[in-house]
């Protein structure tokens, strides 16, 4: 990390992909009293290294930004070793939108890659809940569009960010658990935050969050012409879509596919796109 706040470090898994990047960043402040935010996936090395990294001090706090397994996987062993209580927004599927819920029921739109089901916070957090100790504070914010009951944590001026906006890569938007609408306005209310540096669950820090903010915004309106354009030309499903759309390796186009329903879901809630048949990968959007 390049920033200048010393009570706070960084320790990244041994769990590199072309979705986590290098690996997860767990984050560790204070000295005394230690929260350890997003604890990784559940690899003995990688705790053994936070447990090193706190040193003589106490890990007081474990927070979790989201219930996927390679942020949250770790959670129970440390807490275990430690005796901290796990904060979080709630269990995996906690804080889906009225449009998400509705989908998930009918069934059929799949999701939940990577979803830690078994995850259950020892504390509930919401938007603007304090954690605090004698030694720092943080303020919990909602930021939604990732995932449902993704969580950010400001501090000071630093804001670690989880997966909702990355440096190297934009974000996975998979339904029910990710939602585009969402997404929108978690980055208009990281921008309003005006902080001096993002720091997400994956990658480098983001120095210059404004500019970040704008062109992952700005990604994602290209992205939603692009899906427009390419139904002028005649009907499609998600996955034909992402594989005329997205030049990736073929490891990704499952995500692509995702990604590109998180946009027809959001086109056809506007009415601009319809399908015949139930929401899923396959199903065929047309323009209405």
Not at 44 to 55: D, S, T, W
Not at 72 to 79: E, F, K, Q, T, V
Not at 100 to 119: H, K, S, T, W
Request: charged letters at 20%.
């Amino acid at each position: 990390m390049t920033h200048a706040m010393k009570a706070l470090r960084v320790i990244t898994a041994n769990n590199p992909s072309p979705l986590t990047g290098p690996g997860t960043n767990t984050f560790l402040l204070g000295r005394d009293q230690i929260a350890v935010i997003d604890p990784g996936p559940d690899l003995p090395a990688h705790r053994a290294a936070i447990l090193a990294a706190a040193g003589p001090g106490r890990i007081t706090h474990i927070l979790v930004t989201h219930a996927h397994l390679d942020h949250s996987g770790g959670a129970s062993a440390l807490a275990r070793a430690t005796g901290a209580p796990i904060l979080g927004f709630g269990p995996a599927e906690a804080g889906r939108s009225e449009v998400m819920r509705r989908l998930a029921e009918q069934g059929g739109i799949a999701g939940g890659e990577g979803l830690d089901r078994d995850f259950r916070p020892d504390i509930e957090l919401r938007d603007q809940s304090p954690v605090e100790t004698d030694e720092w504070s943080l303020t919990a914010l909602h930021t939604p569009g990732h995932f449902a009951g993704h969580l950010a944590f400001q501090y000071q001026d630093a804001v670690l960010c989880g997966d909702v906006a990355m440096g190297w890569s934009s974000t996975l938007i998979s339904p029910p658990d990710g939602d585009l609408a969402d997404y929108f306005r978690t980055l208009t209310r990281l921008d309003s935050l005006k902080a001096r540096v993002l720091l997400p669950a994956h990658g480098d820090a983001i120095e210059a969050p404004a500019a970040r903010l704008a062109e992952l915004a700005a990604h994602r309106r290209m992205r939603t012409a692009q899906i427009l354009g390419a139904l002028r030309d005649g009907p499609a499903s998600a996955r034909a879509l992402a594989l005329r759309l997205y030049e990736v390796d073929a490891r990704l186009i499952p995500a692509a596919t995702r990604n590109v329903l998180a946009h027809l879901i959001a086109l056809a809630e506007l009415g601009a796109i319809r399908s015949d048949e139930p929401v899923s990968d396959t199903a065929i959007f047309r323009l209405d």
